[in-house]
């Protein structure tokens, strides 16, 4: 049985669930970052119930918990800037706008309290934050310009600037650490950075609109969401070359492979007028699209539990969080959290 390393308790809601499932949820909270609403929730993994709302910066987009759990960090797009015509960073349409104000900081938060432990500036408009598998940097996309900030996690502070692609905006390491993969939203490219060096080693042509990257936990494969042409680019990480793209929802951006490396989530979020409310599950094998899971409008977020039993979603026009089952492609729950969630991480 599944039991909270807080306090060691297990509520009777998180009994009822387990009971149901038949089986132990693997992390114990969930970080959601709420754009509209200057804040990340913190909820139960299990009954999705509100543990906290901590007040972070302006406009968080993107949260991401350490390795080792002790640490979440989170994007805020802060202090008044320059600024800048957001439509792409948040998925709407071509001829849908918005400004949005750049020049900002990543903070992050002590998990144990809850609270803002650091402040670290980095460029403009920071959208994603990622921590590398050994826990000691973190690497964020700056899409004002067009940069990627290196922290050192111990020291909190800024140790690299890296020059990449036209508007980075998700990222993610290489399995063994060796390797970020950025996406070039406005670019249609996706940026190598050898981590060894800090610098960007190649850029590979995607398609419109990249917005997130990822890897299967075998290294195998490389992907890029084009949410400019409502498919996933399937990148082979050897080659450094596309070698197939899967037609999903609309406007996708989040993705998330399984610990198995056989399935992929994919979060369509379509636009502010008309939502996506799918998650395409493609399976890795045949590169088929196995089911799509209907969450909720404005399907954005998606993180997978370390035992690849449960996703969890974030529906941004809608304001909620969906925990998705992976093995039996339902939606178990879905609850309300604050005004335009955006990013979300699980526990390691």
Same mark, same amino acid.
């Given at each position: 049985?599944?039991?909270?390393?807080?306090?060691?308790?297990?509520?009777?809601?998180?009994?009822?669930?387990?009971?149901?499932?038949?089986?132990?949820?693997?992390?114990?909270?969930?970080?959601?970052?709420?754009?509209?609403?200057?804040?990340?929730?913190?909820?139960?993994?299990?009954?999705?119930?509100?543990?906290?709302?901590?007040?972070?910066?302006?406009?968080?987009?993107?949260?991401?918990?350490?390795?080792?759990?002790?640490?979440?960090?989170?994007?805020?797009?802060?202090?008044?800037?320059?600024?800048?015509?957001?439509?792409?960073?948040?998925?709407?349409?071509?001829?849908?706008?918005?400004?949005?104000?750049?020049?900002?900081?990543?903070?992050?938060?002590?998990?144990?309290?809850?609270?803002?432990?650091?402040?670290?500036?980095?460029?403009?408009?920071?959208?994603?934050?990622?921590? @590398?598998? +050994? /826990?000691?940097?973190?690497? =964020?996309?700056?899409?004002?310009?067009? !940069? $990627? %900030? *290196? &922290?050192? #996690?111990?020291?909190?502070?800024?140790?690299?600037?890296?020059?990449?692609?036209?508007?980075?905006?998700?990222?993610?390491? @290489?399995? +063994? /650490?060796?390797?970020?993969? =950025?996406?070039?939203?406005?670019?249609? !490219? $996706? %940026? *190598? &950075?050898? #981590?060894?060096?800090?610098?960007?080693?190649?850029?590979?042509?995607?398609?419109?609109?990249?917005?997130?990257?990822?890897?299967?936990? +075998? /290294?195998?494969?490389?992907?890029?969401?084009?949410?400019?042409?409502?498919?996933?680019? *399937? &990148?082979?990480?050897?080659?450094?070359?596309?070698?197939?793209?899967?037609?999903?929802?609309?406007?996708?951006?989040?993705?998330?492979?399984?610990? +198995?490396?056989?399935?992929?989530?994919?979060?369509?979020?379509?636009?502010?007028?008309?939502?996506?409310?799918?998650?395409?599950?493609?399976?890795?094998?045949?590169?088929?699209?196995?089911?799509?899971?209907?969450?909720?409008?404005?399907?954005?977020?998606?993180?997978?539990?370390?035992?690849?039993?449960?996703?969890?979603?974030?529906?941004?026009?809608?304001?909620?969080?969906?925990?998705?089952?992976?093995?039996?492609?339902?939606?178990?729950?879905?609850?309300?959290?604050?005004?335009?969630?955006?990013?979300?991480?699980?526990?390691?």
């Amino acid at each position: 049985m599944m039991t909270r390393r807080n306090n060691g308790l297990v509520t009777a809601v998180q009994i009822g669930l387990l009971a149901w499932s038949g089986t132990t949820l693997a992390a114990d909270q969930v970080y959601v970052a709420n754009e509209g609403a200057d804040t990340v929730s913190v909820l139960d993994a299990a009954s999705l119930k509100t543990l906290a709302s901590v007040r972070v910066g302006k406009m968080p987009h993107n949260v991401q918990v350490s390795p080792d759990g002790k640490l979440v960090w989170v994007t805020n797009n802060g202090e008044p800037g320059q600024a800048v015509d957001a439509s792409v960073h948040k998925g709407m349409a071509q001829g849908d706008h918005a400004v949005m104000e750049t020049g900002g900081a990543v903070w992050a938060i002590d998990s144990a309290t809850n609270e803002v432990v650091a402040k670290v500036p980095v460029g403009m408009h920071p959208a994603h934050v990622v921590v @590398s598998p +050994d /826990g000691r940097l973190a690497y =964020v996309t700056n899409g004002g310009d067009n !940069t $990627v %900030s *290196v &922290i050192d #996690t111990t020291a909190r502070s800024l140790v690299a600037t890296i020059s990449v692609g036209q508007f980075p905006h998700g990222l993610r390491f @290489s399995p +063994d /650490g060796k390797e970020v993969y =950025v996406a070039n939203l406005k670019g249609g !490219t $996706v %940026s *190598v &950075i050898d #981590t060894a060096s800090q610098k960007e080693v190649a850029q590979v042509p995607a398609g419109k609109g990249p917005a997130q990257t990822g890897f299967t936990p +075998d /290294g195998r494969l490389a992907f890029a969401s084009l949410s400019g042409e409502n498919a996933i680019a *399937v &990148i082979d990480p050897a080659t450094r070359k596309v070698i197939r793209k899967v037609a999903v929802g609309t406007v996708p951006i989040q993705l998330y492979a399984t610990p +198995d490396s056989r399935t992929l989530l994919v979060a369509n979020q379509g636009t502010r007028k008309k939502p996506g409310r799918t998650v395409s599950m493609i399976d890795l094998g045949s590169f088929k699209v196995a089911k799509t899971v209907v969450t909720g409008a404005g399907a954005h977020g998606v993180a997978v539990d370390r035992e690849g039993r449960y996703a969890y979603v974030t529906n941004m026009y809608a304001n909620s969080v969906s925990l998705l089952d992976v093995k039996n492609h339902q939606v178990v729950k879905t609850v309300p959290v604050n005004k335009t969630p955006n990013g979300i991480s699980v526990t390691p």
